[in-house]
């Protein structure tokens, strides 16, 4: 099973900006396309963003113009900034590869954002 640690939630207001980060094990970080996906309350989880090994990038309708996925190779991470925040991205937000796989999800990270 592979363990992938989310960090960097928090409660902002509207407007405001959060970067989520995720460390991958270093032995599948460079042979996989990686994403981060959410869950509000209440709601399925969705696919955010994903970023492949070539550094192309795909984003969700909700969130394109707004957030940004990257990876550093280095160190096998992968971030997300995410900017203007809205009430509606209020979620746990998780990484995972893309497409995902069952045994990989984390615990995620909270992001809650206030009106």
């Known amino acids: 099973q592979v363990q992938l640690v989310e960090s960097g939630g928090g409660s902002v207001q509207a407007g405001g900006s959060l970067r989520l980060s995720c460390a991958v094990p270093?032995?599948?970080?460079?042979?996989?396309?990686m994403a981060w996906y959410r869950q509000a309350p209440g709601k399925q989880r969705e696919l955010v963003a994903h970023?492949?090994?070539?550094?192309?990038?795909y984003y969700s309708d909700s969130v394109k113009g707004r957030f940004t996925i990257s990876r550093d190779n280095a160190k096998n991470m992968v971030y997300l900034q995410m900017n203007s925040l809205k009430p509606e991205d209020t979620a746990v937000y998780y990484c995972?590869?893309?497409?995902?796989?069952?045994?990989?999800w984390g615990k995620g990270t909270l992001v809650t954002v206030s009106s």
């Open positions: 970023i492949t090994t070539y550094a192309y990038t």
């Open positions: 270093g032995f599948i970080f460079s042979s996989n396309s």
């Open positions: 995972n590869r893309a497409p995902a796989l069952a045994n990989w």
